[in-house]
């Protein structure tokens, strides 16, 4: 039962002059610049983003590294995309959608120089990287944004193995092309297998009947565009009212009306996407993945939806998770994973003989987007294809136990930080504890904590919460897996611990970009 009557837009309606406000800091990073100070002030007593506490902690990481650099050459400007059956104009990086895979090994420094060629400022988050906190990509908070025009070296030890991804951390550009997966092998990898296939799970809106993601904001938010708020600019460039008369005749609107799934506790989404995507494609021209049968395959899943959770299956195969977030859990064997979004999953698949739908269902939202395993001959599935698997065995985190190997030493906290999750469609509020985001509101730890974080969701969404800098493990289960990202449900609970071991200013958020953007952020500071 719904208990607000504004649901989400798809945003044609409102016409926007590239894509939202500009910031009120906007400095540009140059190629081998090491950061830059942040954009915003930052209250007395907190270590700086690029202090001597990061420069020390970023010592230690390369003491233990492998000493080898690894160079990457990245832009990011407007393209045309394939999608499969239609053409759209957004922003990507190199042109492709996702961006090229990077893959470096654990102890590897990466040093990545993005060019931006975008008509806005810009910024790059490594989602899942316990990495220095000058290279987060927060403007505002660890750096100055990257004007258009100008570039931008990010240079970090990379520390763990697993699957990660990047996308910017600069308003709503997330829900544009401009995402990538970052694969960190492991120099010991345990697993055996033939194959490998990192899958990027999407919602489409942008270049849609003249839609984009800050168009979509804008209607949600009342025409507002969001908080506005220093360091998240949404891109640059004003937005019209939703009063204009342009704006009202722009395009159609898609409510997202009776989006509703058990599984998340109600309401599915905001957001009433035209196109759902793996690896760039729609369904009806879908991505192909080529193997032998028999081959053993390792599937990287990654979510890099704005709105979307996806609830994923192989066609006639059984999954053996082995990875959340980028670390190992107890092998278990699934016929179907539940993804929020900026989760990721490790997944085993013996291949069977023939051509197999791997199938994405947006969850709550009435449809199925897929990619095909083809290991022989025969003519590819249906778009519409609903494998049985579907709704066979469900896997969700809280049913993993960390591998013994990266599980959480039993402890008592020294902290406890307690937010609540605030907010509704009605107002689009998002925030914690009824606070929109302020780079200069902190949650204070000290190094060598261990941090309880307690989130109480008392909206009737359910949002995925992303920390930072750091994994953490859900402290509700007994030997939890350990995560970056974990999903909230209505009028529900999530406790998590994590220990302080990462200095700077981090950031925790909603990874429903619409949620952060409005306003459900806030920051986690180490004290010097």
């Known amino acids: 039962m719904r208990h607000h009557t504004r649901r989400s837009v798809l945003g044609a309606s409102v016409a926007v002059a590239g894509t939202g406000l500009l910031a009120a800091c906007s400095g540009g990073g140059h190629s081998g610049h090491g950061g830059g100070e942040p954009a915003a002030a930052a209250p007395g007593g907190y270590v700086d983003p690029a202090g001597e506490e990061v420069a020390a902690a970023e010592k230690k990481r390369a003491a233990d590294g492998s000493g080898a650099v690894r160079e990457v050459k990245l832009t990011a400007a407007e393209a045309s995309l394939d999608l499969g059956e239609r053409t759209v104009?957004?922003?990507?990086?190199?042109?492709?959608?996702?961006?090229?895979?990077?893959r470096v090994t654990a102890g590897d420094?990466?040093?990545?120089?993005?060019?931006n060629h975008l008509p806005a400022t810009t910024s790059l988050h490594w989602h899942g990287l316990a990495l220095r906190n000058d290279m987060d990509g927060v403007p505002g908070l660890t750096q100055r944004a990257i004007k258009p025009g100008a570039d931008f070296t990010y240079r970090f030890t990379v520390p763990h193995a697993g699957t990660y991804w990047f996308h910017p951390h600069s308003g709503v550009q997330q829900d544009r092309g401009l995402y990538a997966p970052l694969i960190v092998e492991d120099p010991k990898e345990p697993?055996?297998?033939?194959?490998e296939w990192a899958v990027v799970l999407d919602d489409w809106v942008d270049g849609v009947d003249g839609s984009t993601p800050d168009s979509v904001l804008g209607e949600l938010s009342g025409g507002m565009g969001g908080s506005g708020h220093e360091g998240h600019d949404m891109s640059g460039m004003t937005m019209r009212s939703e009063a204009s008369p342009s704006a009202s005749s722009s395009g159609p609107s898609r409510m997202m009306m009776g989006a509703e799934s058990e599984l998340l506790g109600g309401d599915a989404g905001d957001v009433a996407y035209p196109h759902y995507l793996v690896n760039g494609r729609t369904a009806k021209a879908p991505s192909a993945f080529r193997a032998n049968p028999g081959d053993r395959i390792r599937i990287r899943l990654v979510n890099a939806g704005g709105d979307t959770a996806f609830r994923v299956a192989l066609g006639g195969h059984e999954m053996t998770v082995t990875h959340t977030d980028g670390f190992p859990v107890r092998h278990t064997t699934t016929d179907?994973?539940?993804?929020?979004m900026?989760?990721?999953y490790d997944v085993l698949v013996t291949a069977g003989d023939g051509v197999f739908p791997l199938t994405a269902l947006a969850e709550g939202k009435k449809a199925t987007t897929m990619?095909?395993?083809?290991?022989?001959?025969g003519a590819a599935p249906a778009a519409t294809v609903r494998p049985k698997e579907l709704d066979g065995r469900l896997l969700t985190a809280d049913k993993l136990t960390a591998d013994e190997s990266v599980a959480l030493p039993r402890r008592k906290p020294d902290r406890t930080i307690r937010l609540k999750l605030t907010g509704g469609m009605m107002k689009y509020d998002w925030a914690f504890d009824k606070k929109p985001y302020s780079a200069a509101q902190r949650h204070p730890v000290r190094a060598g904590e261990r941090v309880r974080l307690e989130f109480s969701?008392?909206?009737?969404?359910?949002?995925?919460?992303?920390?930072?800098g750091h994994t953490f493990g859900l402290a509700n289960v007994t030997g939890g897996p350990r995560k970056d990202t974990a999903i909230v449900l209505p009028n529900g609970m999530l406790t998590v611990d994590f220990d302080a071991d990462n200095p700077g200013l981090w950031m925790i958020h909603c990874h429903n970009v619409y949620h952060s953007e409005a306003g459900m952020m806030t920051v986690l500071?180490?004290?010097g």
């Open 342 to 344: 900026g989760e990721r």
């Open 525 to 527: 500071g180490y004290r």
């Open 371 to 377: 990619a095909v395993l083809r290991t022989g001959g």
């Open 89 to 102: 104009r957004s922003w990507a990086y190199g042109g492709e959608l996702p961006g090229k895979e990077i």
């Open 191 to 195: 697993l055996a297998y033939d194959k």
């Open 109 to 115: 420094t990466l040093a990545l120089t993005l060019a």
């Open 336 to 340: 179907a994973l539940l993804l929020g």
């Open 457 to 468: 969701n008392s909206t009737t969404m359910w949002h995925p919460i992303h920390l930072h």
